[in-house]
């Protein structure tokens, strides 16, 4: 059996994905700050009788988080997924005339060097197996200047960049690079509904025929207001 992690796991996107994938076979790592949640997951997946283990630990700790890939990597044999999606909270956004350095290293430590580091550690492993996928899932401002989300929009879109070129460099070995932009709330039973998410990702793993999609299809960038 193959296994999926999920990086910033919650109740809502990160339970969906780990659902969805282990309807399709998976085991399932989950992995965030969060233990009460982290709880919630394991349970649901368990009355589904999909095997699942939770690891804690705070994206923005390095060391816990590489302790937890490794510790996830140990329990399960090898990681042949890796979804990074964690979400510190619309509160962390800053608009661009408000932008400090300050509010722009908070997103740099919360989401782009956990992902490099998140990276690091399953990629050896896929490039010697000649399989694999890391997923990344941003908010809209990878791909769109959305001002008042500023120093978001500057390290999502460098999320992308990263994930471009990881796409790029490793299409030839194997190894799927997948980036899911979501331009909508995620909320259930509304057009971001997380089951919803997780069905459009799966897909997209699962047939490999582009490197992204927006969330939801057809959307309209410009029709975003404050």
């Known amino acids: 059996m193959k296994t999926v992690a999920i990086i910033g796991a919650g109740s809502g996107l990160g339970l969906s994905l780990a659902k969805k994938f282990g309807e399709k076979g998976f085991k399932v790592a989950a992995i965030s700050r969060n233990p009460e949640k982290l709880s919630i997951i394991v349970s649901e997946l368990k009355k589904l009788n999909i095997e699942a283990q939770s690891y804690v630990a705070d994206v923005t700790d390095l060391a816990a988080l590489k302790q937890a890939i490794q510790a996830a990597k140990k329990d399960f044999g090898h990681i042949d997924v890796l979804e990074f999606s964690p979400y ?15 509010s722009v290293l908070e997103q740099v430590n919360s989401y782009l060097l956990p992902a490099v580091l998140s990276v690091n550690e399953v990629l050896p492993d896929m490039i010697n197996n000649g399989s694999g996928a890391i997923l990344f899932t941003t908010g809209l401002s990878a ?6 989300v500023g120093n978001g929009g500057i390290v999502m879109s460098g999320i992308r960049n990263y994930a471009t070129n990881l796409y790029n460099e490793l299409k030839g070995k194997g190894i799927f690079v997948g980036h899911l932009s979501i331009g909508t ?18 897909n997209l793993y699962e047939k490999k025929e582009r490197f992204e999609e927006i969330f939801p299809q057809g959307f309209d960038p410009t029709k975003i207001s404050n």
Request: hydrophobic content about 50%; cysteine-free.
């Open 88 to 102: 510190a909270g619309w509160d962390k956004f800053t608009s661009v005339l408000e932008i400090t350095p300050e």
């Open 143 to 148: 791909m769109f200047p959305l001002p008042f």
């Open 185 to 202: 709330l995620i909320q259930a039973d509304t057009a971001g509904d997380p089951d919803v998410i997780a069905e459009a990702w799966y």
